[in-house]
């Protein structure tokens, strides 16, 4: 199985499950990671599992991973296996009602990403993951690390 990853990080964190994921697929065939903004959706179909990360900022993922997944043309990822996981704070440690009430309307970046993979033609192969920071510069909550490599291990049939 090929798989690429191909994420976006603005303080490092995402960027770091992404390589736990990758070095957990690096096990099973062929694993590549690159950020959203230098990889081109046209070298897709070169890969059987294709997962996208970002971080959640304003309830979403960051731009540059929407303009990437808006420039995969319709129907590319038809026969490919998709994932989609974001980074995110835990609501439960913040203490603040409206932002409660925000995250319940506007959730978190996975499933935005997983929603536009699938409508190229992907297929779902789990559910999407969101892996927790401390605080918005990170670091991860401990264990994350290797939750994500779990995760991998799951899309890879080995979960
Ligand atoms: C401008 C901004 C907006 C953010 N909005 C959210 C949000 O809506 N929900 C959330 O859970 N975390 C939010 N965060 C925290 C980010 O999820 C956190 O910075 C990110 O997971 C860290 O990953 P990175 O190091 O890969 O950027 C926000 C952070 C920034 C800087």
């Given at each position: 199985m090929k798989s690429i990853?191909?994420?976006?990080?603005?303080?490092?964190?995402?960027?770091?499950?992404?390589?736990?994921?990758?070095?957990?697929?690096?096990?099973?065939?062929?694993?590549?990671?690159?950020?959203?903004?230098?990889?081109?959706?046209?070298?897709?179909?070169?890969?059987?599992?294709?997962?996208?990360?970002?971080?959640?900022?304003?309830?979403?993922?960051?731009?540059?991973?929407?303009?990437?997944?808006?420039?995969?043309?319709?129907?590319?990822?038809?026969?490919?296996?998709?994932?989609?996981?974001?980074?995110?704070?835990?609501?439960?440690?913040?203490?603040?009602?409206?932002?409660?009430?925000?995250?319940?309307?506007?959730?978190?970046?996975?499933a935005p990403i997983a929603?536009?993979?699938t409508k190229k033609g992907?297929?779902?192969?789990?559910?999407?993951?969101?892996?927790?920071?401390?605080?918005?510069?990170?670091?991860?909550?401990?264990?994350?690390?290797?939750?994500?490599?779990?995760?991998?291990?799951?899309?890879?049939?080995?979960?």
């Amino acid at each position: 199985m090929k798989s690429i990853i191909v994420y976006e990080s603005a303080f490092g964190n995402t960027e770091a499950i992404a390589f736990a994921i990758r070095d957990t697929l690096q096990q099973f065939g062929e694993t590549a990671a690159y950020r959203a903004g230098e990889f081109s959706p046209a070298q897709l179909s070169a890969y059987d599992l294709i997962v996208a990360g970002s971080p959640t900022q304003k309830f979403n993922m960051l731009p540059d991973m929407r303009t990437f997944l808006d420039t995969i043309p319709p129907g590319a990822l038809a026969g490919r296996q998709v994932a989609a996981f974001d980074t995110r704070i835990d609501i439960h440690k913040v203490n603040n009602r409206f932002l409660t009430l925000m995250v319940k309307l506007f959730g978190y970046a996975a499933a935005p990403i997983a929603r536009k993979l699938t409508k190229k033609g992907g297929k779902l192969r789990q559910n999407p993951a969101g892996f927790f920071v401390e605080d918005t510069k990170g670091p991860l909550t401990k264990g994350e690390l290797i939750r994500a490599g779990k995760w991998a291990a799951g899309l890879a049939g080995n979960g």
